[in-house]
Each structure stands twice: as structure tokens, then as C-alpha cells.
């Protein structure tokens, strides 16, 4: 039984306050649940609560969902079975009473629901994964060689540029080839006089003159670390496109080349591009109003590249639903803070997968050293992990946990690597 809960302010991987929740039971084990949070946000996630006081943390304390811990979820929870994780989080629900968790903010109602599980899976002597789920799938990542859009002050107008290693029969040989890829992009980078650090996730600070470049650079790297493009190493591209959309125009813009797009036109130039470089994966190439935008692209890429939908879906079970029923994506990115519970996270997964989609577990761009979602996407056989780049602790942390949970599944640990694809590709 809980017997009590409280919640602190501790940092994130950009120094910006965030809701770490302490569950401890009646025996006097604890669990704790640290909350991340998204710079890049779809307009359909739960809310994250923050302070909005300038002169507090530059208004982006958390006090507020803070205090709704303390006050209002701890009194509510006090003396329940942790083990009822489901009624935990319909109880938090409920409490809230709003559609997108505004009253009390889903970073208190995250924290106290990750918190309970991981206080519960300790109680039973279980890792996270284990309590969490019947899975023993180890993801393949999704790993990223450039950062862009907000992560990098919109330096390339395309957030994310990842390598996704699909020549890899073992996760130890995703982080080989991967270790390589990244490596020799920073060289080439390096001696073209164009290396500037990195940006928010890890990747490297995008110095380029256009959106295509990166993918140009992604090629290199593959060949100078010894592999071979489209069969080794693979490209995946997450646009979050609904940052480049202008709502009254109807249209994409970019930046970096002053150029500007109609959807149309956009769902054209992202086709050019896979036709022209190893592309398996895209994720928000339309933005996550212009349904009819993603309907032109699934109709051209659907069935030869994986199509995420990220702001899109925002992990909500209705949109998701939505999605499904319209045939327009063939996966969904699940992060747990775009819905607040861990619960609805599960189901989130669930449905993806009932409908034949892949889930693809994700980080935020802001992180911290929590590994709730290694365990996730074990525990849920998600078969696919997005976490930032291969650098930084908040996202090796991600990376390195895979491996302490692979030797504690032993034998019983699964990897398929690319075969995943095949559920969507045929
Ligand atoms: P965010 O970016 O955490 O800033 O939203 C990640 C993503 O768009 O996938
Ligand atoms: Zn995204």
C-alpha cells in the first residue's frame, strides 16, 4: 500500500525545471518517476503545468504541479494498492477532470504514475521492465546524427536527421555501427571546418546551407565508417512538420532557402527525397492539422517507408484511432508526457499494435536520467526506440540501460532488428 507521495524540483538535460515524484509504500520501498519535456510540442498534447511567473526560473517553474502532488494526488492515493496501477491512474484522471490533464498538468499526474510503477516493480523484486509488461523484444534504435529545427535554433528547418542501423544482428552491433556512423560524421564535419558542437539531443549542430545537405552528410558518414547505404545503415528523417506549417497560408516553409511550399509541393519534395537517398522511416512529414496532406503521402510512401505519426497522434488513444480508421500513417511515437499516465501509455501501444502499426517509443528533447522507457519499449515489445543522438548522458543513459536489461533477460531476449519493418513493408 502507498503510504506516502511527494514531489521536487530537479533539471532537465537543457537546465529547465521539471517534476521529479517520490511513491513510498507502507514496507518502506520507494520509486521515483522523473517527467521530460518537449520543445517541439504537438498542439494536441496533455498539458505540462508551469509557473508562467518571469520571476521564478524565467516562468518556467513547476511548483504549481508540484504542489498539486502534495495537496490534492497524495491525499487521494495514500493507502492504495500500487499494484493497481490502472486504478491509480483512473483515479488521477478523474481527479483532474480535464480533457488534457490542465487542472493538475500531466507532468504531477506523470511523475506520481511513473513513480508507482517503479516503486511497485521494486516492491516485487522485478526490474521495470519485467513488472511492467511480458515483453522481451530489444528495440532497434533510432539514433540521431543531426539536430535541427527548435533543438538548434532552427539551423536546418528538419528536426531530426537519424541513422537507423539495419544491418545489425544484435543490439551490441547497433551501437557498433552506430558508434562509427556518428564518429565519422563529426570527422567529416571536422574537416570541412563545419563542426560546431551539438545540439539539444546530441546530435550535431547543423551548419549547413540546405535541408538537403544533411542527408548528403548521413550517406558519407555510412560509407566512411565502412558501410553500405540502404543495407547496413538506413536514413529516417522526423520533419515535425507541423513547426514549418502556416495555418493560414495552408503552407510549409523553409527557412534556411527562403523557400516555401504547398502541400503538395512539400509531399513532392519529401517523395524526391526518398527516391534519392536510403529513407525507411519519416515521422511528421505533414503537419498535424492537414489530414489530407498526410493522406497524399501515405498514398505515395505508404507501403516502402514507416510513417510516424508524432504531433499527429500526440499518444492519444482517439487520435491514434482516428489515424487508423483513415489509413494514413503506419506507425505512432509514443511519449509518455504527450498523455500523462503510464496506463494510457500501455494502451496506446496496444492499439497501435492491434491495428498491425509499429510503435516507436521516444524520448523528449528535454531529458533527464531516467530509463523509464528502455524498459517500456522492452516490456511492450515495441521494437523501436528513439532517444536522441549517441552522445550526452540523458540520452546514453537511454541507450545503456538496453544493454543491463538484455543481460537481464539472458537468453530470453529477443532482437529482430529491421525484420520489424516487415509488419508494415511488405
Ligand atoms: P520534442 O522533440 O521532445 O522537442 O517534442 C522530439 C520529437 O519531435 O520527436
Ligand atoms: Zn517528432
Same mark, same amino acid.
Given at each position: 500500500?502507498?503510504?506516502?507521495?511527494?514531489?521536487?524540483?530537479?533539471?532537465?538535460?537543457?537546465?529547465?525545471?521539471?517534476?521529479?515524484?517520490?511513491?513510498?509504500?507502507?514496507?518502506?520501498?520507494?520509486?521515483?518517476?522523473?517527467?521530460?519535456?518537449?520543445?517541439?510540442?504537438?498542439?494536441?498534447?496533455?498539458?505540462?503545468?508551469?509557473?508562467?511567473?518571469?520571476?521564478?526560473?524565467?516562468?518556467?517553474?513547476?511548483?504549481?504541479?508540484?504542489?498539486?502532488?502534495?495537496?490534492?494526488?497524495?491525499?487521494?492515493?495514500?493507502?492504495?494498492?500500487?499494484?493497481?496501477?490502472?486504478?491509480?491512474?483512473?483515479?488521477?484522471?478523474?481527479?483532474?477532470?480535464?480533457?488534457?490533464?490542465?487542472?493538475?498538468?500531466?507532468?504531477?499526474?506523470?511523475?506520481?504514475?511513473?513513480?508507482?510503477?517503479?516503486?511497485?516493480?521494486?516492491?516485487?523484486?522485478?526490474?521495470?521492465?519485467?513488472?511492467?509488461?511480458?515483453?522481451?523484444?530489444?528495440?532497434?534504435?533510432?539514433?540521431?546524427?543531426?539536430?535541427?529545427?527548435?533543438?538548434?535554433?532552427?539551423?536546418?528547418?528538419?528536426?531530426?536527421?537519424?541513422?537507423?542501423?539495419?544491418?545489425?544482428?544484435?543490439?551490441?552491433?547497433?551501437?557498433?555501427?552506430?558508434?562509427?556512423?556518428?564518429?565519422?560524421?563529426?570527422?567529416?564535419?571536422?574537416?570541412?571546418?563545419?563542426?560546431?558542437?551539438?545540439?539539444?539531443?546530441?546530435?550535431?549542430?547543423?551548419?549547413?546551407?540546405?535541408?538537403?545537405?544533411?542527408?548528403?552528410?548521413?550517406?558519407?558518414?555510412?560509407? /566512411?565508417?565502412?558501410? $553500405?547505404?540502404?543495407?547496413?545503415?538506413?536514413?529516417? =528523417?522526423? !520533419? &515535425? *512538420?507541423?513547426?514549418?506549417?502556416?495555418?493560414?497560408?495552408?503552407?510549409?516553409?523553409?527557412?534556411?532557402?527562403?523557400?516555401?511550399?504547398?502541400?503538395?509541393?512539400?509531399?513532392?519534395?519529401?517523395?524526391?527525397?526518398?527516391?534519392?537517398?536510403?529513407?525507411?522511416?519519416?515521422?511528421?512529414?505533414?503537419?498535424?492539422?492537414?489530414?489530407?496532406?498526410?493522406?497524399?503521402?501515405?498514398?505515395?510512401?505508404?507501403?516502402?517507408?514507416?510513417?510516424?505519426?508524432?504531433?499527429?497522434?500526440?499518444?492519444?488513444?482517439?487520435?491514434?484511432?482516428?489515424?487508423?480508421?483513415?489509413?494514413?500513417?503506419?506507425?505512432?511515437?509514443?511519449?509518455?508526457?504527450?498523455?500523462?499516465?503510464?496506463?494510457?501509455?500501455?494502451?496506446?501501444?496496444?492499439?497501435?499494435?492491434?491495428?498491425?502499426?509499429?510503435?516507436?517509443?521516444? /524520448?523528449?528533447?528535454? $531529458?533527464?536520467?531516467?530509463?523509464?522507457?528502455?524498459? =517500456?519499449? !522492452? &516490456? *511492450?515489445?515495441?521494437?523501436?526506440?528513439?532517444?536522441?543522438?549517441?552522445?550526452?548522458?540523458?540520452?546514453?543513459?537511454?541507450?545503456?540501460?538496453?544493454?543491463?536489461?538484455?543481460?537481464?533477460?539472458?537468453?530470453?531476449?529477443?532482437?529482430?532488428?529491421?525484420?520489424?519493418?516487415?509488419?508494415?513493408?511488405?
Amino acid at each position: 500500500k502507498i503510504s506516502s507521495i511527494s514531489a521536487y524540483q530537479v533539471f532537465d538535460s537543457r537546465g529547465n525545471p521539471t517534476v521529479e515524484a517520490e511513491v513510498v509504500l507502507e514496507n518502506g520501498v520507494r520509486g521515483r518517476g522523473t517527467v521530460p519535456s518537449g520543445a517541439s510540442t504537438g498542439q494536441f498534447e496533455a498539458l505540462e503545468l508551469r509557473d508562467r511567473d518571469v520571476q521564478c526560473f524565467r516562468g518556467k517553474s513547476v511548483l504549481r504541479a508540484i504542489a498539486n502532488v502534495q495537496d490534492i494526488i497524495r491525499r487521494e492515493l495514500r493507502g492504495r494498492d500500487v499494484f493497481d496501477q490502472a486504478g491509480l491512474d483512473q483515479a488521477m484522471i478523474e481527479l483532474d477532470g480535464t480533457p488534457n490533464k490542465s487542472r493538475l498538468g500531466a507532468n504531477a499526474i506523470l511523475g506520481v504514475s511513473m513513480a508507482a510503477t517503479a516503486a511497485a516493480a521494486s516492491a516485487r523484486g522485478e526490474p521495470l521492465f519485467a513488472y511492467l509488461g511480458t515483453g522481451d523484444l530489444l528495440p532497434l534504435p533510432e539514433i540521431q546524427i543531426t539536430g535541427g529545427g527548435a533543438h538548434a535554433n532552427w539551423r536546418t528547418d528538419v528536426q531530426d536527421y537519424l541513422l537507423i542501423a539495419t544491418g545489425a544482428r544484435s543490439y551490441a552491433e547497433v551501437m557498433e555501427i552506430t558508434h562509427n556512423v556518428y564518429h565519422a560524421a563529426g570527422d567529416i564535419l571536422k574537416r570541412r571546418g563545419s563542426y560546431f558542437g551539438v545540439a539539444d539531443e546530441g546530435g550535431y549542430w547543423p551548419e549547413f546551407k540546405t535541408n538537403e545537405e544533411p542527408l548528403q552528410l548521413l550517406v558519407e558518414a555510412i560509407k /566512411a565508417a565502412g558501410y $553500405e547505404p540502404g543495407r547496413d545503415a538506413v536514413i529516417s =528523417l522526423d !520533419v &515535425a *512538420a507541423s513547426d514549418l506549417f502556416d495555418e493560414e497560408s495552408g503552407t510549409y516553409q523553409f527557412g534556411l532557402e527562403q523557400r516555401r511550399f504547398s502541400t503538395a509541393e512539400f509531399a513532392a519534395l519529401i517523395e524526391d527525397w526518398c527516391a534519392r537517398y536510403p529513407i525507411i522511416s519519416l515521422e511528421d512529414p505533414m503537419a498535424d492539422t492537414d489530414w489530407e496532406g498526410w493522406q497524399m503521402v501515405f498514398q505515395k510512401l505508404g507501403r516502402k517507408i514507416q510513417l510516424i505519426g508524432d504531433d499527429l497522434f500526440t499518444t492519444n488513444i482517439h487520435r491514434i484511432r482516428t489515424g487508423i480508421e483513415k489509413g494514413i500513417a503506419n506507425a505512432v511515437l509514443i511519449k509518455l508526457n504527450q498523455i500523462g499516465t503510464v496506463t494510457e501509455t500501455l494502451e496506446a501501444i496496444r492499439t497501435t499494435q492491434q491495428a498491425g502499426w509499429l510503435p516507436v517509443v521516444s /524520448a523528449r528533447s528535454g $531529458e533527464t536520467e531516467d530509463t523509464f522507457i528502455s524498459h =517500456l519499449a !522492452v &516490456a *511492450a515489445n515495441a521494437g523501436q526506440l528513439k532517444v536522441g543522438s549517441f552522445s550526452r548522458s540523458e540520452r546514453m543513459a537511454k541507450w545503456n540501460e538496453v544493454i543491463r536489461i538484455e543481460r537481464a533477460l539472458g537468453e530470453r531476449a529477443r532482437f529482430v532488428g529491421s525484420q520489424i519493418f516487415e509488419t508494415i513493408l511488405p
